[in-house]
Every structure is written in structure tokens, then in C-alpha cells.
């Protein structure tokens, strides 16, 4: 894991959202997401400057796309926002699972 993702996951893991439990490196398919919440059917991706490429901008767009049509919904976020406004990072998610248990 990245920095990024290891500072999201210490507090994802400890963070009991309504009871919602999030997984870390979470195969779906042929993909590996970064974090998944199973009762939300919640994709979490972090992101740092390699996906910044041309090519890695399309294959993303591609995987979110998929993972939409197979009923996932996709947060992604970049590391420099985990690493500098973490409280704004769950802020979205939260908002997130509270507009989905709505």
C-alpha cells in the first residue's frame, strides 16, 4: 500500500460507519480495488501521479465504468487529498454512505 492508503486505511478500519466494514485489496472480477465496503457495494480507489497518464486515465475511466455496470459505485480520490484533507476525504465517503442507506 501507499502512504496514501495506509493513512485512509488506519482510519477506515477503525471507522464503524452504521456498523459498515471495509476491506483492504478487495479482489472484484479480475480487479483488485484498493478499499471495499460489501454492504454499500462500495468501490474506495486512491490515486497518485501514475495514474496520470494518458493511458492510465482511460484504463481507469474503462474499470470505473465496469465496475458501475457490475452494481459497484466508485469513489476515487487522489493521495495528495488523503494526505492533506483527510477529514474532506470522510466527509465524501460519509456522505456517500449516508445518502445510500437513505
Not at 68 to 89: I, M, P, S
Request: a neutral charge.
Amino acid at each position: 500500500m501507499t502512504f496514501a492508503e495506509q493513512v485512509l486505511w488506519q482510519e477506515l478500519r477503525s471507522w464503524r460507519m452504521s456498523g459498515r466494514k471495509f476491506r483492504r485489496q478487495h479482489s472484484i472480477e479480475n480487479f483488485i480495488v484498493d478499499f471495499y465496503c460489501a454492504a454499500e457495494r462500495l468501490v474506495i480507489e486512491i490515486d497518485g501521479t501514475v495514474h496520470d497518464t494518458p493511458e492510465a486515465i482511460a484504463n481507469d475511466k474503462l474499470r470505473d465504468e465496469k465496475l458501475r455496470n457490475w452494481g459497484y459505485a466508485v469513489l476515487r480520490f487522489r493521495n495528495d487529498e488523503v494526505l492533506e484533507n483527510l477529514e474532506a476525504v470522510k466527509d465524501k465517503i460519509t456522505s456517500f454512505l449516508k445518502v445510500t442507506s437513505s
